[in-house]
C-alpha cells in the first residue's frame, strides 16, 4: 500500500474535486464540435427572443391630488420626502392629526415648512384627506 505525506483532508477534497470536473466535461459534448458553449447558448436565446417581447410595460398611476388652495404648496413642500402615493395611502384623519403630522415633519425631520406654509398645508390636506362628517 502506498503511503502519502501527511495531507489535510482539505487538500484531499479539492484535488477529488478537481479530478471530478476535469473528468465530467472533458465527457461533455457539443451537438457540433466547431461551436463553443457560449456560441451556442447565445443562438437559443436568439431563437427564444422571436417570440418574446423586449421590453414589459407596466402602467403607472400616480395618484392625483385635487387643485384647490394649497395643492400646490404641498406638493412643492411635502414630495421632497413623500412621494404623493404615500400620502394617499393614509387615512382620512381629521385636523388635528394632520397638524400633529405636519409639526412632527417640522421638528422631527427638520421640514422646510414655515408656520404659515404649514397652516395652509393642513387645511389643504383636511379638505382632501380628512375625515368626513
Same mark, same amino acid.
Given at each position: 500500500?502506498?503511503?502519502?505525506? &501527511?495531507?489535510?483532508?482539505?487538500?484531499?477534497?479539492?484535488?477529488?474535486?478537481?479530478?471530478?470536473?476535469?473528468?465530467?466535461?472533458?465527457?461533455?459534448?457539443?451537438?457540433?464540435?466547431? !461551436? !463553443?458553449?457560449?456560441?451556442?447558448?447565445?443562438?437559443? &436565446?436568439?431563437?427564444?427572443?422571436?417570440? +418574446?417581447? #423586449? &421590453?414589459? !410595460?407596466?402602467?403607472?398611476?400616480?395618484?392625483?391630488?385635487?387643485?384647490?388652495?394649497?395643492?400646490?404648496?404641498?406638493?412643492?413642500?411635502?414630495?421632497?420626502?413623500?412621494?404623493?402615493?404615500?400620502?394617499?395611502?393614509?387615512? #382620512?384623519?381629521?385636523? +388635528?392629526?394632520?397638524?400633529?403630522?405636519?409639526? +412632527?415633519?417640522?421638528?422631527?425631520?427638520? &421640514?422646510?415648512?414655515?408656520?404659515?406654509?404649514?397652516?395652509?398645508?393642513?387645511?389643504?390636506?383636511?379638505?382632501? +384627506?380628512?375625515?368626513?362628517?
Amino acid at each position: 500500500m502506498m503511503k502519502f505525506p &501527511a495531507c489535510s483532508s482539505y487538500v484531499l477534497s479539492s484535488l477529488c474535486l478537481s479530478l471530478l470536473s476535469c473528468t465530467l466535461l472533458s465527457s461533455c459534448q457539443l451537438p457540433n464540435s466547431s !461551436e !463553443e458553449p457560449f456560441s451556442l447558448i447565445q443562438s437559443k &436565446a436568439a431563437q427564444t427572443d422571436k417570440t +418574446k417581447s #423586449d &421590453a414589459i !410595460e407596466l402602467n403607472h398611476d400616480e395618484p392625483e391630488f385635487p387643485p384647490g388652495p394649497g395643492h400646490d404648496l404641498f406638493v412643492k413642500r411635502c414630495i421632497v420626502c413623500h412621494s404623493l402615493r404615500y400620502i394617499s395611502m393614509q387615512p #382620512d384623519f381629521p385636523e +388635528k392629526t394632520w397638524k400633529k403630522e405636519v409639526e +412632527k415633519m417640522q421638528q422631527t425631520w427638520g &421640514a422646510h415648512i414655515s408656520d404659515e406654509e404649514a397652516h395652509e398645508i393642513i387645511q389643504y390636506l383636511t379638505r382632501v +384627506k380628512g375625515v368626513k362628517p
